[in-house]
């Protein structure tokens, strides 16, 4: 069973553009979360999305965004880039919500604003 | 908002000794969990915690959730080379719905052979 798989691996943005990230749950999830991991912050909740629809929101600016597809894929968006976007941006999934004990995380995609 | 104070935040030790590291908070969680994270990695659980009190182990790993619901430790005994890596505790607030995690700030363990 293959595990949540998130691309890029890795991103290379200037400040001012949009990247979009992408994460595939494992099969048969229907939760996705996203997570953002820096030195200075540690792990924060982003937002999470279950049966396309957006089920909890992080304490983060609204150049952060999200959306699901009907096959539970999942992607993120952020706009206008600023160099403490750059982070590890982790993806996790679960069959359903709420279901912490058995959240799936993925490898993440590594962000770098230059 | 939430915040999780884990200490350690990094511990160098000689294989065979046993490690422990603990959370604290001043808001109340429903749940408590372990995680393991390598580099280059997600997070792994380890382990999970759901009642007050709880003692769960989990091979050489025993974590306990606190009788306070604030607090969290958890211990490896008779550390081992793949040991290395980072741990963090994460908790569900009474207010967090869904899969919303806070998470501890992180503990960076080095194993020396």
């Known amino acids: 069973k293959a595990g949540v798989t998130q691309t890029p691996r890795y991103l290379i943005k200037t400040r001012g553009q949009q990247v979009t990230l992408s994460c595939s749950p494992i099969?048969?999830?229907?939760?996705v979360s996203w997570y953002q991991q820096t030195p200075g912050q540690g792990l924060q909740f982003l937002f999470e999305?279950?049966?396309?629809?957006?089920?909890n929101k992080g304490n983060f600016p609204g150049r952060f965004s999200g959306r699901q597809f009907s096959n539970s894929r999942s992607e993120m968006n952020v706009s206008t880039l600023e160099l403490g976007d750059s982070a590890l941006y982790l993806c996790a999934s679960s069959l359903t919500s709420p279901e912490v004990e058995k959240l799936f995380f993925g490898s993440g995609t590594q962000l770098s604003v230059l | 908002g939430q915040q999780l104070n884990q200490s350690p935040q990094s511990m160098f030790i000689q294989e065979g000794e046993d490690v422990s590291m603990n959370c604290t908070s001043s808001?109340?969680?429903?749940?408590w969990l372990w995680y393991k994270q390598d580099p280059g990695e997600g997070p792994v659980l380890l382990i999970a915690?759901?009642?007050?009190?709880e003692l769960t182990s989990n091979g050489r790993l025993t974590a306990q959730f606190g009788i306070t619901r604030k607090d969290s430790f958890l211990n490896i005994s008779a550390s081992i080379p793949s040991d290395v890596g980072i741990y963090f505790c994460a908790g569900q607030g009474i207010n967090n719905a869904g899969n919303m995690l806070t998470f501890g700030g992180g503990t960076r363990l080095m194993v020396k052979p």
């Open positions: 099969s048969g999830h229907r939760s």
């Open positions: 915690l759901y009642k007050a009190g």
């Open positions: 808001s109340i969680f429903n749940t």
């Open positions: 999305y279950f049966s396309e629809t957006q089920r």
